[in-house]
């Protein structure tokens, strides 16, 4: 009865997360569809120099979140009221500091970012459009995924899948009008994905207005010591959601000087599709957190491994799916994309995709790992497996890989990275469960 009471909350708390995940990895899906359609190949390369900007704000507004999430889901099982209105308050601090550091540099450095991810005098305007507005919407990001995590740890996972899977659809939506009817270009692109998380708040709101909420924003002094709980707890998100942002900005790098704007935009489809496979696994992640933190709580270690093999069963079972759809499904995926029916950015894209997403299972595998560590208040592992997948060994094997062999070894980088790091992750969590970390 135990066991299937574990799978039950599991299996609950797993599919709303990745639905709602998946709704909101297609913020920047839905604007690359209608970008290719809309504005062609240099729209496609301006919105792939501009999106790690985004990976950095939506993965700030993650680390609070889930951060914050952890240590009000332990408080939580200790039945300590006021300590989560203290966690909740001190919360919004630190998404308040972000958010205005962001818009700061929406509205005076957005030019310099710009030249900084490589734009060319080609796509430079449409580049600094798309990454200035938004930069200026970080607050509605930050603060929408803040609400989301706290949310779905007071026990409405429901809701935080509805309101995600809403914003992502009215994305959607506007993205059409506002790029077709309307042609509003590239600024309606990235409007329409600056209000979706306003609509994914609204969503949210009777969580609060019908005061079914455990949590309050309260008159409290900043607390350096649980802000720095939530910063550690929180940073293997920030720096699982940077990583995609690193690499970008890496990749973007190399493959101008390989294949030019042509071999960005081509990278641009992997990359975003890439984004909605990370999707299937942050949200088996976000779903196992509450449940582990909870277990962790009440010292039911053999609970919290419960809920790990039934993620990592999920995880496997979805690479073998996804990996299969994408090697015979790769010219047909590109296609979608190729609206001006480019012969180069079609080959390069479909041999990068089947080379690419090799990395399928390992990175399940390193995301899953890394929320469990923080989960069970093991910042140290986590941090390490974030860290090596983010920049420590991305960085240096792209650009050996790439000298070596080209556009191949670019594609190779991220799957061996993410397989060597699998690795060193699995170790860890044979060495936490020996207490010998």
Not at 66 to 86: C, H, N, P, T, Y
Not at 297 to 316: D, P
Not at 411 to 420: G, R, S, V, Y
Request: glycine share 10%; charged share 10%.
């Amino acid at each position: 009865m135990g066991k299937n009471k574990c799978f039950r909350d599991y299996a609950k708390y797993a599919s709303l997360n990745v639905l709602g995940m998946i709704g909101l990895s297609c913020y920047i899906l839905a604007d690359t569809f209608f970008v290719s359609k809309g504005l062609g190949a240099d729209g496609l390369t301006a919105l792939n120099l501009a999106i790690p900007v985004y990976s950095f704000i939506h993965g700030s507004g993650l680390m609070i979140g889930m951060g914050g999430g952890i240590r009000f889901s332990m408080q939580k099982s200790q039945g300590e009221r006021r300590a989560l209105d203290v966690i909740f308050t001190n919360a919004l601090y630190l998404a308040g500091a972000l958010a205005g550091i962001f818009v700061l540099a929406g509205l005076f450095f957005s030019g310099f970012l710009t030249r900084l991810m490589g734009a060319d005098e080609q796509v430079y305007s449409m580049t600094k459009t798309y990454m200035q507005v938004i930069l200026l919407f970080a607050p509605a990001f930050i603060l929408n995924n803040v609400l989301l995590c706290f949310v779905r740890n007071d026990g409405a996972p429901q809701l935080s899948m509805a309101a995600m899977i809403g914003g992502s659809l009215s994305n959607v939506v506007l993205d059409y009008i506002f790029i077709f009817p309307w042609g509003m270009g590239i600024f309606g692109a990235v409007f329409a994905t600056g209000l979706a998380p306003i609509i994914s708040m609204c969503i949210l709101s009777p969580h609060f207005i019908k005061k079914r909420n455990h949590f309050h924003f309260i008159k409290c002094k900043c607390r350096l010591k649980l802000l720095k709980e939530i910063l550690l707890s929180g940073v293997p998100s920030l720096v699982t959601e940077m990583s995609s942002g690193i690499v970008m900005i890496v990749f973007n790098s190399i493959i101008l000087s390989l294949q030019g704007n042509i071999g960005v935009a081509a990278y641009g489809v992997i990359a975003n599709l890439s984004l909605v496979v990370a999707a299937f696994y942050t949200g088996i992640a976000q779903g196992l957190q509450p449940l582990v933190s909870v277990s962790y709580g009440e010292g039911n270690q053999l609970k919290a491994r419960i809920y790990l093999r039934y993620g990592l069963i999920t995880m496997g079972i979805l690479s073998a799916v996804i990996y299969g759809l994408v090697a015979f499904g790769a010219q047909g995926l590109a296609d979608i994309f190729n609206s001006e029916h480019n012969a180069l950015l079609q080959d390069i894209s479909v041999k990068g995709m089947r080379l690419y997403f090799t990395a399928c299972p390992f990175m399940g595998l390193n995301v899953i790992l890394a929320a469990y560590f923080t989960s069970t208040d093991k910042a140290l592992p986590a941090n390490i497996v974030s860290l090596l997948r983010g920049f420590i060994l991305i960085i240096p094997m792209a650009y050996l890989l790439s000298g070596l062999g080209g556009m191949t070894g670019v594609w190779c980088a991220f799957p061996l990275t993410e397989a060597l790091v699998g690795a060193v992750g699995a170790m860890l969590d044979v060495l936490m469960r020996k207490r010998k970390i």
